[in-house]
């Protein structure tokens, strides 16, 4: 296979088709892989699309076509969902007829063996030579919403997330639709384009990197990789370098049992862990420890990707950290988390505590906590945060805010989180805010996420959105020095 800097391909037709074809229809089994994938695009998604089998012209209800030649017209995209014995001569026929991508469901390739690694090397050897681009084998399918959705699974078993900014390209197809899917929904974090890659025989990890790269709907880059073919690792790494957005790695196959099943799962050579966390840092690429640190990262880039809330993350050493709180036990425990992540809270003057107190209703000013983090006590009000945060905003050794909000508090009102925009749309100094995660303050935390203000359900979740922003900024440095140094 030439390297995706010898031949570049037009993966549009794969992720942004206007029109598919899925072969593989069972007449009988309605549940059959083929027969979701081509019912749900036909009812839900908005890709024109066309089903193929050699046995029947209808299926569940819907006309289909016995081959690619009796289609009315050629397919941008075709879905493969037969066998892999059967694969290569649908490929083909695809390819011979002008099919311009591919995406190649079944599994029995490369991860089952000699044989199968012939037949998938079969597979690239015709689509190189016709220049048609397949995701796989041994893949879940892709989702783009609205356009097409080729996962091989109905969509009242799946948890889908909203359409967004962030692209998700997985190794593996369980983790995609179960880890993936479901945390980011849960926190309301949407998707561009989500990707099952599998045996990633021919598109691979450095080529959607750079398809995302250009893509307009994507703002954050995110993926989950057991390993890398050989070569592949460093094209990728140095493919992240060059790119103006945030690319986020989450690794499987960290450990020799991890390696061991990575190599049985899709055929991946994985590499040493602690090399591969070192190259990561060195090539600005973003590595979270585990599956919360990752849900932060990517809800923390998504949100802040926002033309709204710009702001140069250069300037965040996470050493200048202001901690604003109504609870004196929430600070201490952010405090310490702070330190477990190497952040640091900012040193206030005393010129700045008597400011704080003074912005202060008269019964906080006399009980609160004016080191850092304050703690203005249940007895602070909704104005109290409000101008606090506007003289924190102000303060020049202060680089990033952290608002721990307990909505418990009677002073509180729901109105809040439209308070706290109303100062924060002023400024582009970033701010995450920690409000449990209950229906009982939706509204506080919906309006802060409208606007842009991330909102964690812990407080470590709030340190480590912190710290993804800390890690944002250490990347873009080295990210412009190595720019620099190359112009």
Same mark, same amino acid.
Request: a neutral charge; charged letters at 20%.
């Given at each position: 296979?030439?390297?995706?800097?010898?031949?570049?391909?037009?993966?549009?037709?794969?992720?942004?088709?206007?029109?598919?074809?899925?072969?593989? @229809?069972?007449?009988?089994?309605?549940?059959?892989?083929?027969?979701?994938?081509?019912?749900?695009? @036909?009812?839900?998604?908005?890709?024109?699309?066309?089903?193929?089998?050699?046995?029947?012209?209808? $299926?569940?209800?819907?006309?289909?076509?016995?081959?690619?030649?009796?289609?009315?017209?050629?397919?941008? +995209?075709?879905?493969?969902?037969?066998?892999?014995?059967?694969?290569?001569? $649908?490929?083909?026929?695809?390819?011979?007829?002008?099919?311009?991508?591919?995406?190649?469901?079944?599994?029995?390739?490369?991860?089952?063996?000699?044989?199968?690694?012939?037949?998938?090397?079969?597979?690239?050897?015709?689509?190189?030579?016709?220049?048609?681009?397949?995701?796989?084998?041994?893949?879940?399918?892709?989702?783009?919403?609205?356009?097409?959705? =080729?996962?091989? @699974?109905?969509?009242?078993?799946?948890?889908?997330?909203?359409?967004?900014?962030?692209?998700?390209?997985?190794?593996?197809?369980?983790?995609?639709?179960?880890?993936?899917?479901?945390?980011?929904?849960?926190?309301?974090?949407?998707?561009?384009?989500?990707?099952?890659?599998?045996?990633?025989?021919?598109?691979?990890?450095?080529?959607? +990197?750079?398809?995302?790269?250009?893509?307009?709907?994507?703002?954050?880059?995110?993926?989950?990789?057991?390993?890398?073919?050989?070569?592949?690792?460093?094209?990728?790494?140095?493919?992240?370098?060059?790119?103006?957005?945030?690319?986020?790695?989450?690794?499987?196959?960290?450990?020799?049992?991890?390696?061991?099943?990575?190599?049985?799962?899709?055929?991946?050579?994985?590499?040493?862990?602690?090399?591969?966390?070192?190259?990561?840092?060195?090539?600005?690429?973003?590595?979270?420890?585990?599956?919360?640190?990752?849900?932060?990262?990517?809800?923390?880039?998504?949100?802040?990707?926002?033309?709204?809330?710009?702001?140069? =993350?250069?300037?965040?050493?996470?050493?200048?950290?202001?901690? +604003?709180?109504?609870?004196?036990?929430?600070?201490?425990?952010?405090?310490?988390?702070?330190?477990?992540?190497?952040?640091?809270?900012?040193?206030?003057?005393?010129?700045?505590?008597?400011?704080?107190?003074?912005? @202060?209703?008269?019964?906080?000013?006399?009980?609160?906590?004016?080191?850092?983090?304050?703690?203005?006590?249940?007895?602070?009000?909704?104005?109290?945060? $409000?101008?606090?945060?506007?003289?924190?905003?102000?303060?020049?050794?202060?680089?990033?805010?952290?608002?721990?909000?307990?909505?418990? $508090?009677?002073?509180?009102?729901?109105?809040?989180?439209?308070?706290?925009?109303?100062?924060?749309?002023?400024?582009?100094?970033?701010?995450?805010?920690?409000?449990?995660?209950?229906?009982?303050?939706?509204?506080?935390?919906?309006?802060?996420?409208?606007?842009?203000?991330?909102?964690?359900?812990?407080?470590?979740?709030?340190?480590?959105?912190?710290?993804?922003?800390?890690?944002?900024?250490?990347?873009?440095?080295?990210?412009?020095?190595?720019?620099?140094?190359?112009?």
């Amino acid at each position: 296979m030439p390297s995706d800097d010898d031949q570049q391909y037009n993966l549009d037709f794969i992720f942004k088709p206007k029109s598919m074809a899925v072969i593989g @229809l069972s007449t009988r089994n309605s549940d059959n892989p083929g027969n979701a994938i081509f019912s749900k695009n @036909l009812m839900e998604m908005s890709v024109k699309t066309y089903g193929i089998t050699p046995r029947a012209d209808e $299926v569940d209800g819907h006309k289909v076509y016995r081959s690619f030649d009796k289609l009315p017209e050629i397919p941008d +995209l075709a879905v493969v969902a037969v066998s892999a014995k059967n694969t290569k001569s $649908v490929i083909q026929e695809a390819a011979e007829l002008g099919v311009k991508g591919a995406v190649i469901i079944a599994g029995g390739f490369s991860e089952a063996g000699r044989e199968g690694m012939k037949m998938q090397n079969e597979l690239v050897k015709i689509c190189t030579d016709y220049n048609m681009p397949f995701i796989g084998p041994n893949c879940v399918g892709i989702y783009s919403p609205p356009i097409l959705d =080729t996962l091989f @699974l109905p969509s009242e078993r799946l948890v889908k997330p909203k359409a967004g900014n962030v692209a998700v390209i997985s190794q593996s197809g369980g983790v995609l639709i179960d880890q993936f899917f479901i945390s980011l929904k849960e926190r309301n974090i949407g998707v561009s384009t989500a990707v099952s890659i599998g045996n990633k025989a021919m598109v691979n990890e450095a080529m959607l +990197l750079k398809y995302f790269e250009k893509d307009n709907t994507t703002d954050v880059i995110t993926f989950y990789l057991e390993g890398f073919h050989l070569g592949d690792g460093r094209r990728f790494c140095e493919e992240a370098r060059k790119s103006r957005k945030d690319v986020v790695v989450y690794s499987g196959g960290t450990t020799s049992a991890g390696k061991a099943a990575a190599g049985s799962h899709t055929g991946s050579l994985a590499a040493d862990g602690s090399i591969m966390k070192g190259a990561y840092k060195q090539y600005s690429i973003v590595n979270p420890i585990n599956e919360q640190d990752l849900q932060m990262t990517l809800k923390t880039y998504s949100m802040l990707a926002n033309p709204f809330r710009k702001y140069s =993350t250069m300037a965040i050493h996470g050493d200048r950290i202001a901690v +604003l709180s109504v609870s004196g036990g929430h600070g201490v425990l952010c405090a310490d988390l702070l330190d477990k992540y190497g952040l640091g809270l900012t040193k206030f003057t005393e010129r700045q505590k008597e400011d704080i107190s003074f912005l @202060l209703n008269p019964i906080a000013s006399r009980i609160a906590g004016l080191n850092n983090p304050i703690d203005i006590t249940g007895s602070g009000t909704d104005d109290d945060i $409000v101008n606090i945060l506007e003289y924190l905003f102000n303060a020049p050794n202060v680089e990033m805010i952290l608002t721990l909000l307990v909505p418990q $508090v009677p002073q509180l009102t729901m109105g809040l989180g439209r308070a706290i925009n109303k100062v924060g749309n002023k400024y582009k100094k970033p701010i995450i805010a920690y409000v449990p995660w209950t229906p009982k303050y939706d509204l506080i935390r919906d309006a802060l996420e409208l606007q842009h203000i991330p909102c964690a359900h812990t407080i470590e979740e709030t340190v480590q959105m912190a710290n993804a922003l800390k890690l944002k900024g250490i990347g873009g440095i080295r990210k412009k020095m190595s720019w620099n140094s190359n112009n």
